[in-house]
């Protein structure tokens, strides 16, 4: 397995706008999750901070099926050596060779970030 880490950030709340809460980031690499951060801050800072944000993440080849795997999938780390079922990991591989088939390097998949509400706010 790459090095991937499950990440939370302090980022804020998407009522208020204005208290950090911990928010999941998902299954990402370092690398991964500073790029993420940075596409959020921009967003952030044009004042676009609605309950989900949408970020691109890139993925080498090798990294693609982790990163499905772990964030889309519902695998766990240790599964990802031997528990994988056929069909998952057929359909993986299919969307990573489209993605790598148009010339790119890398394969780019949209990542969802749910922003939560504060203690203050409280949205029922």
Known sequence: MTNFQYYFQQLPCFNCKKTKVSTDLGWLTEAMKDDVLAQVEAIVAKGEIEPDISVNVACSKEEARD????????????????????????????EIAEQLAQGNEKAVFEHEIALQSCADCDVE
């Open 67 to 94: 990163y499905l795997l772990l964030n889309f999938y519902g695998y766990s780390e240790e599964e990802l050596a031997n528990d994988i079922e056929a069909e998952d990991e057929k359909e993986v591989a299919d």
